[in-house]
């Protein structure tokens, strides 16, 4: 009688490649703004094709890790690693129905109730007026109101957090002020 085993995974180069990639940008030995090795060397590195290389720069690209130029003095260039991959990652999440909306709107009222202890304990009367006159708008963009109350909490993991979770909410739409 055969041993039950776990079947084989053949991981394409390319995944490989993208692999070592992104573990050196989130590692920091690319940091933002800086070109990543040409094709050439890269294809003399990894000794693999020209379009296996390619694969692995355009899942870079895909990821947000890199902006690609074209030219001369084009290349793959990293970008600085923000939050746009938690939002994407939470949009994704979201369209393929591993939480629904009300899921997410108790999400935001937790840690926007968090938020908004730090936030009052931290700001001073110039924030006060600051965000009097965003509140004074007609009409008010998610991302803004939220960046300014955040954004008084110092905490830029947090901020970021729920900026991204709101995006994911507010897809675009504005809250009118009353």
Do not use: W
Request: aromatic fraction near 8%; proline fraction near 1%.
């Amino acid at each position: 009688m055969l041993t039950k085993f776990k079947s084989v995974e053949q991981i394409k180069a390319s995944n490989n490649i993208y692999g070592q990639l992104s573990t050196a940008i989130f590692d920091g030995r690319y940091i933002a703004g800086q070109k990543l090795p040409s094709e050439s060397e890269l294809i003399r590195c990894f000794n693999v094709s020209r379009t296996t290389i390619r694969e692995a720069i355009k899942g870079l690209e895909t990821s947000r890790l890199v902006d690609i130029k074209r030219g001369a003095t084009g290349g793959a260039f990293v970008r600085p690693v923000t939050f746009e991959r938690v939002e994407s990652a939470c949009n994704e999440l979201f369209s393929a129905g591993k939480f629904s909306f009300f899921e997410l709107q108790y999400a935001l009222l937790l840690i926007g109730q968090m938020i908004a202890r730090i936030a009052a304990h931290n700001c001073t009367s110039k924030d006060v007026e600051n965000l009097r006159i965003i509140a004074s708008m007609k009409h008010i963009s998610c991302q803004v109101l939220t960046e300014q109350i955040a954004g008084l909490t110092n905490n830029r993991f947090l901020t970021g957090l729920f900026q991204s979770l709101v995006q994911v909410a507010c897809s675009g739409q504005v809250i009118l002020a009353t």
